[in-house]
């Protein structure tokens, strides 16, 4: 069955300090990746995504994630976080053969400490 | 460029009334659409999805429909609440074919009382 795991529901980080927010997933065929971020209230704002290629993707606002097959991981990472970066972070999983479906994590909220 | 707009923002309704949450997408033909619930503390839950006017499919059995009556419009109804509908739902939608992304609208929170 397709799952995905974020094992931290809280994180606080003070602001410049480096962050990670870990993701594992499982799934039977190759998976599209994705990082959401959601603001209180808000809706889903995309990140960024792994589709194929290249294992160490770019996103918006500074983010990177790095796509590891063999750990079936897809930690999203930024070296220096900044006020603006407090909210809850959505890792995603979508079937390349099943385009229908996309299934998510169940968040890490992010605090980050003046 | 492609938009969605999702509505009412932010509703009250006593248990046993009906319900009805609007979204529409501009700017794309033949979206994929969808409606998520997101309670309190949890993630994300797949309500429905559709690939086409009039296709729904349902992930979850509950209290809850949905309808497609146009290409572009989907409607997330309930004849009756109950008071575990409260929750942050949350309309998207995506292209049909290639690589997909998932765009959400700004959500409507629902308070059950």
């Known amino acids: 069955a397709q799952s995905v795991t974020q094992p931290d529901i809280h994180i606080t980080v003070s602001e410049g300090a480096s962050l990670e927010l870990r993701c594992n997933y499982s799934?039977?065929?190759?998976?599209?990746l994705f990082w959401y971020v959601q603001s209180p209230g808000q809706g889903l704002q995309l990140l960024l995504k792994?589709?194929?290629?290249?294992?160490l993707v770019q996103g918006i606002k500074g983010f990177e994630a790095e796509f590891k097959r063999s750990q079936s991981s897809f930690n999203l990472r930024k070296p220096s976080v900044h006020w603006s970066d407090a909210a809850e972070y959505f890792c995603?999983?979508?079937?390349?053969?099943?385009?229908?479906?996309?299934?998510f994590g169940s968040g890490t909220k992010l605090n980050v400490k003046p | 460029s492609q938009t969605i707009h999702q509505w009412p923002a932010t509703l009250v309704q006593p248990v046993g009334s009906p319900l009805s949450l609007e979204c529409t997408v501009e700017g794309t033909s033949n979206p994929n659409l969808y409606w998520y619930r997101q309670a309190a503390g949890r993630g994300l839950q797949l309500l429905f999805y559709s690939v086409g006017i009039g296709q729904i499919s349902s992930e979850v059995p509950q209290n809850l429909s949905a309808s497609r009556p146009q290409d572009r419009q989907f409607i997330l109804s309930s004849k009756k609440l109950l008071l575990s509908d409260s929750g942050f739902y949350l309309c998207a939608w995506s292209v049909t074919s290639g690589a997909n992304v998932l765009t959400f609208g700004a959500g409507s929170r629902l308070t059950v009382l």
């Open positions: 799934y039977g065929a190759t998976p599209y």
């Open positions: 995603a999983v979508g079937a390349v053969y099943n385009f229908n479906k996309f299934y």
């Open positions: 792994y589709f194929s290629g290249d294992t």
